[in-house]
Each structure stands twice: as C-alpha cells, then as structure tokens.
C-alpha cells in the first residue's frame, strides 16, 4: 500500500475533527477530575507525582492515542479479515478468566499479567462488535435466512453468557443491544428482531417477578443474591422477605444501607452539584470518603464531575459524547461500504450504551453495574478500548472514498 | 449545529439510531435536571446533614458582683491539654496493621491447607494459592479498637513522660468517646497548671494530635465568701430547654444553688454554634470548623451585697467558738436591701467545677448537724425565742395594753430568783425574776409571764394578723431558690391543729411557730422604719459586660412596700426605745452589742428545740441601729449557742463596730477573709 492510497491528497478531511475534538475535551475532563478524586490522597499516601493515579490514565490515553494511529494505517477491511480470529481468541481469553482469573470483591473478570491486569471483558466487545459486522456485511438478501440470524445471536451469546458466569451481568447486557442495533442496520427483517427483543423483554419480565414478588419454588431464571439487590435497590423495594421475623427484618435493612449507600451517595453527590457546582477541587463527598473513594475515580466519576461543576458540567459532558456520538453516525452514513457502516454503527451503540447506563446509575435511573464511562472513568483498558472503538471509527471516515 | 444533520441525513436505520441516541442523551439531560436542577437544594441539605456536625458553644458566664462592681464569681482562663484522633489515624493505620498481620499469622497457623481439588491443580501454576484467612467483622473491629486505644495510649504516655505525670485513659472511656464524639477533642489533662503550661508551650512539642485549649472557667476570686448566696455550678452540658438541635455539646455548667441557679438564664447567655465538617469515618476533618453562630456572653448580676460588710459578717460569725452554725442578715431597712447573708458553715463553690465525689457529699455537704449546703438565712427554719416578743409588743401597745400598767411576776418555788407563770396547772419558766413590771422592763428583762398574760387575751385572730403583718409564714420573695415561708399558723391552722390557750402561750414566747433569719430581718426593718414590711431585695440589677451591647439593663425596683403596718408611730417608737434600752439598761439582756458611740437597739432570744431526740437550742440577736435614723438591721442566730445575750449580741456588735469604722471613715475595708485567695 502506497502512502497515496493511505493518506488522501484530494482536499477531503483526513481527520474527522469534530470526533477528535469531543475525544480530546473528554480526556481533559477525565484527566482532570480524576486528579480532584484521587490527588489528595495520593499526596497524603506520600506518592511521588509520576505514581499518582492520574498519571495511569494519562499514559493510557497517550497509549491508547498511539494505537489509534497506528490502527489508522491499515485499511479496517483488513483488519476485519483477522476479525473472528480477535473474536476466538477473546472467547479464549474468557475461558482463561474463568479458569484463571483474579477475583475482585467477589467476580472474575481480571486476567494478571503481573504489574498489568487486563479485563477481557472490554476486549471481547470490540472483537464481538468486528467479528459480527463481518459477519452481517454479506449482501442484504442473505440476512433473510433464519439460520443466519441464529448464527448472528450464536455469536452473541458465546461472550455473553460466558461474562454472565463471571458474573458481570452488566457488562454481559451490553451486547444485546449492540448486536440488536447493527442487525438493525444491516436489514436484518424486523420481525427476526422483534421477535428476539420480545423474548428479551419475556425474560426481564421473568427476572422481575423473580425480584419484586419472590414468589416460592421459582424454577425459570434465578439472579445471583448481589444482582437481586441491586434490582430491588433500583426499585426502592424492601429487602427482607414477605414473612420476615422482625430480627431478618433488621437484617436486612442493615444490608439494604450497606447496598443501597453508593447510589444514594452519588444521587447526594451529583444533586448537591446544584446548577453550578461547588468549582473543581471542591466537592466533599469524595474528599470525605462519603463516595467510596474505591470507586469515586472510576465507575462514580461522573459523580464527581457532577457535584464540582453542577448540571453545566453534566450538560458539556453530554454535549461532548453527543458531538462524539454523531460523528459516528455520520461516520457510518459516509462509509464506503456495508463493513465500515455496520462496524461504526457498532462502535456508536457499544459507547452509547456505556454512557446511557453509566450516567443513568449515577442518577438511580439504571440499576448499578460495573459499566465504566468511556474516556472518563480511571482504568487503563477501558480507556484503551474506547479509543480503539473510536480509533476503527476515524478509520473508516479516512477510507470511505477508497474503493 | 453541524453533527445534527445526521437526524435527517442518511438512510432510515441510521436516522431512527440518530434519533434514538438523541431521545436517550435527553432523557439523561432530564433525569440530571431534575436530580441537580429541581432536587439540588434538597439534595445539599441531605449532603450537608451527612457531613456537618453542630457543636453547642457555651457562652460567657456573666459574673456576680457587689453593689460596688467587685466580683463574687468571674471567669479566669483554664488550659486544658486535648487529643485529636483525626490526627492519629496514621499510627491507628500502623497498629492496625501489625495486629492483623499477627492475627492472621496465628489464623493461618491454625487453618486447614487449600482443598486439592482438580481445578486447584490445574490453576497451581497460574496462580498463588490464597494463604491469608479471611477476617470476621467482628475481629476487625476488635482489631481497629485495639489498635485506637495502642495509637492513644502511647501518645498518652509519650505527653505523660514529658509532663512527668502519670497520665492514663481507660479502654472504656476511649470508645466511648469514639462512639459518642469522634469528631471532637479528647480531653487528656483537663486543667494544666502555669508550669505545665510552659513545659507544653516552651518544648518543641511536635506530638501529632496534641494540642492546648484555653477555655474559660468559673472562679469565685474569695473562695467560700457569700458561698450560700452566691451558690455554685453543677456540670451539664444538655440544656434541653434552649432552642437549637446540636450534635455535639461542649462542656458546659448550670446554676446549682445560689443566685447561679435563680439567674441561670440571664447568666448562662446564648450559646453559639459551631459547625466541624466530618468524613465519612466520623472523624473531624482538618481546616472544616467553622463558627454559626457567636455565642452572646450573659449578663452581669450586680448584688445588693456589700463585699467589705459580708466579709464582716462572716468575720463576726466565725468568732463564735467552736464549729459553728448560724446565720448572719443585714439589711438596710430604709429600702429592704440585703446588705450582707452569712451561713456557717460554708463550702468553696470552685469544689463542684471538676465533680464532687459521692463519698464527700455524704460525708461533708450533707453531714448533719453541719449540713454546709443549706443557707441558714433563707432556707432555715428556727422558732424565734423571744426575738418574737417584738411582735408581740407592738400587738399589745395596738390592742390598748398600757405600757406603764405594773405587772407582777410570780416567784418559781422551784428556782429561786427566776418567775414562773400558771396557766392552768402548767407551769412556764420565766427567767426574769419576780417582781413589779412595766412594758418597757418586761421587754428588756423578756418577762414571758408579761407577754404571755397581757398576749393571751388578744385572741388567735389577732395575734396571727400581726404576725402575717410581719410576713411570718410566708416567702419574703428573695430571688433564691433556696427559701422557705417558714411554719406560722394561720386560723384554719390552729382550728385544725385544736390549737388551745397552752399552745398560744408558747407561740407568744415565739415556740411551736419557725421563721428564717430574713424574715426576722424583714420584721425588724419594719418595725425599724416605722412600719414597711420590704421586699427584701438582693439583687441590685443585671447588665451586659459590654457597653456597647444592644441587651438593656434590667434594674430592680428598691424600696418596694410589700405591706404598710398600720400601728401607731408612738407604739412603734415604745418598742423602738425598749429595744434600745435592751442593749443600753444594765438590766438588758442584750448588753453584751452596746457600744459607746453607736446606738444599737436589739432583742435576744434563745429557742428550745425538743424533738428527734435531742435537746438543743436556737440563739439569737434581732437588733437595728442606730437608734435615732436606723440604717442597718443585723439579725444573728447561732445554733446550739449559750443565750442570744452571750453568744449573739457579741457577733451583732462586731458587725456594727465595723459598719461604725467605715461610716466615720477610721478603717481601711477589711481584708479579705481567710479562704479565699
């Protein structure tokens, strides 16, 4: 390949910089309120700056950066070929996470590389989303077949149930509705996919008769105890049972308080935001320990971005992932063909689907799930991921005239 | 803007994703409005209960004073060493540490080696097997209550060795201040003396956690002086009924006894508030106090008393040999004022700031006979002797007894030299001796056989008006808590009690009836000035320590009449004279307070008490001078004492001999009484 043919001479943009600016504002508002959750107490842990937990995250998005230009020399047609390859491994990979895997506060999702720890989890979502726009890039009349539409969930449900096991219920959900929306958009007919959004809304039924009546001798689907409570901590339901004793009773209000302590405290955290916020640096309920300082940096950053600069800030952090968000759309209107379309629809949904549940705890609209927001949070692969995400996405903007 | 168009561009699918993106990015924009918009101040209220904590700061306590501005009770700086456990959450992290490694080397010991199971197997050479045991809350928390009181006691120790004193804290009162005010300082040395001070302040200290506090205390700069009146302070630091919910309360004082307690309110002033910013753990976080609300210091009290004068008093009725017991009024009877109150034995108020232990309140406060808590002058109860034939004088020169009629006292067969009178087949002693009596000689030589004859024929109706008159049986309304009306029967008293002839002869004789020292003082000043039964009046005014201040000063009205005696001028002036004479006539029981340039117009008395098996007696010395413009009423009453001539009249004497030396200006005031600093 000639640097012709990779890097257009015409007078096209090469870059797509309304994506690249949102990208950029988001790493800056990463960086920073990460800086304002964790700075004060690694200064007081005595670390040295080059330790400091902002520092892993900028070294991710500088890494993550790299990958991305490095991603962008290579037509993403090619590297689709290697697409089900990514897919397989990855499958493997979470096998090895079953078999192998570190357990945090009771789930497996880390591998351990030693000073680096790697969830596949985050991996397997890109290599699903590659794998199934290859898949369903084949020409429009195939997709009619049913057997193809049951290979296409097949693919979806190898990973899903294997995070299910894991479990990680949360990030197990999030291929439903990316698989959903690139079939969507690749015509696959509606009534496959109505069809399977109806047994899905058949089993969420199930789950919440589960959860909200208990009734007895429940045979169809069980959740695990944490996922229950986090459904009835959603719901504002009692935790105890019906015919509960008065001492179970006290029981498990005690452990509602427990389960029910990180949202009600970034519900206090993003509220008492206000419309302007308290100025960066400024928020107590991290600074105090209040929002559990485990997770205030990573899954309960917005919290933090929330309660410092108010709802202005909640509004420039939405306006910067719609600004992301649309380029990708229009990225995939733009693309050159059927693979580049459904491979940015792809990406789309896989971020929006973060953002909308990720955002959506730290206000009580969605139950909690470990979803990590996408550039914001601290965690080196999630950062990684999300910029090779959006990495495919520039990607395919830089070859959509390329035939 | 530009990255819309997609909305309407593009094939179907991607528009209907477009939109969908859209409704579901406005729908979080609508739940963060609502949460943050809508909800915030809510939401702040609920963050700022969670992590503020009010701490109740208590005012100046305002000071008693003289009438002339010298202070009973003020306020003096006191230091106190105290302990910030937020400051020691490093060295509680270190001996956490250390004692969990030891627990869990101990557990492991104990604990059974992994399962070898297949997937054990397979995942040996992946993973290291997990060698640490899980720990039970409960053992965490055993460990971090262990670890706190190590990190404290050691900072304890370390301040103790320094200050060369054994400092200790229980484990117990460590957690209980954790549980119950972790946000607040430990107190660890509550009173610091001057050298200790020092040591602290001149020292490179640099303990973490360890700082001095300057918090006011109370001080009484005379010690036991006017220890009754002014009364004292119990700790407590709730007052539920000030308004304002507190987490947290300072340590605080209330009123006990004295005018501390009667004016407690006005004293205490409006507490403050602080608030201290908490983190989630409980503990104070640094740099987060900030004040509410100032507190407003109370008001000063300004008594009626007169330093010098009750520093006199106390004087004169510490002469009296042996342990004392008794009470020292003096009042100006031209407007009611208290001028001086003594009661012996007295305390030292500074005793109850640090607590009093159970054992010194039975074996000292409340030892009977002492009973060092109970102020004689108001709250005493003392049948009157013969001081009461005051009373009984004026009912009998009203009731148109002629005081130059002669009178006979009988001989006593049994006691030769001393009267007796019948009544009935009861025969009363009368120590004066038999003879011919005036009203002028009966009442200086206290004939009870005059008083009784001439009394017994007034009726109960009369005898009981003029003794209400006086305001017998009845509150003076002084502002002491500590006060009692004292037992004067009213008509339905005696109907009810089936009161006869034999009672009335003792009341005339002022037995079976009790009053206190004030309200003899309040009767004499009245006979005194010619017939106004006063308020007495103790308190002066209460006015804010600042000029500047917005509160207005408080006065209370002298001179207030309670009731206007309508007896005649000449009656009043008979028994003005026969109580000069009573001191002046060589025949007067009460020569022992004359004095030669000083007219001092005086009654003894002397009171039997029989009941609760023993027999004692109740002395006393009611007395005004001097006798041409009465100034002064000084009542003495001594329990257990000789005769009201032999051991009162003396105490009223040395009293007057002072008031004397200060009127012609002859004596500096006296020094101050041994006691006090």
Redesign the interface.
Known sequence: MTWESTFPTRRERAVEW?LWIGVLGLMLIGAAFIFSATGSADAAAGRPWWRYRVMSQIVAYVLGLGLVAGLCIIDYARLARWSLVAYWISVALLVAVA??G?SRLGAKRWI?FGPIQFQPSELAKLAFLFALANFLARPPGELNSPALFAKALGMALIPFLLILKQPDLGSALVFMPVAL?MM??A?VPRRFLLRFLGSGALVVVLLLVDVMFAPPGWKFIKLEEYQKHRLLVYFGLDFAPKGATPSERLAARAEQEKKSYNVKQS?????????AGKGWGEG??S????LPRAVAHNDFIFSVI?EER??LG??TV?TL???V???G??I??QARDRLG?LIA?GV??LL?TH??VN??MN?R?VPVTGIPLPLLSAGGTSVICSLIAIGILQNIHLHRRHY | MLIFDQLNKGDQPLRILAWGLLAGLLLLLGGLWKVQVLSGAQYRERQETQSFRTVRVPALRGKILDRSGREFAGNTPRYRLDLYLDELRPQFAAEYDVRRAALVARKSATNAPPKDTFWAWVGRGFRKPRTTPRLTIQEIDQLSRASRFAAVSNTIAEVGRRLRLPLTLSEQALHDHYITKRALPLPILPNCTPEQVALITEQSWNLPGVELERVPIRRYPHGHLASHVVGHLRRDDDYNDEEGRFDYRMRDFRGAMGLEAAFDRELRGQAGARSILVNSAGYRHRQGEEVIAEPQPGLNLITTLDLDLQVAAEKALGSVAGDERGAVVVMDPTNGDVLAMASAPDFDPSEFLDGVSAQRWTNFFLAEPATPMINRATYGQYAPGSTFKIIDAIALLEAGVDPNALFRVEPDPTTPGKGRYMLGKRSIRDLAPPGEYDFRRAFIRSSNSYFIDHGLRLGWEKLIGWGANFGLGQRTGIRLNEETGGDFPTLDTVRERGWTAGNMANVLIGQEITLTPLQLAVAVSAVANGGKVFWPRLVDRLEPESPLSETPAVRVQPGQVRTEIRAKARNFDLVRTAMRDDVLDSEGTGKSARMSDFEICGKTGTAEIKGFGRKDKVTWFASFAPFEAPRYVVIVMVESGASGGGTCAPVARQIYEFLRNREQGRSAPLAHLGGGQ
């Open positions: 309304p078999l192998f570190v351990d929306a969507f958009a015509g519900l206090i955290s993003v509220g008492s935001g206000g419309l107590t309920q600074a105090l320990g209040y929330a108010g709802f909640s509004l939405l992932y719609a600004v968000l649309f380029s759309i229009k995939a209107s379309r629809v789309v949904t929006f953002i909308f955002i959506g206000i609209m």
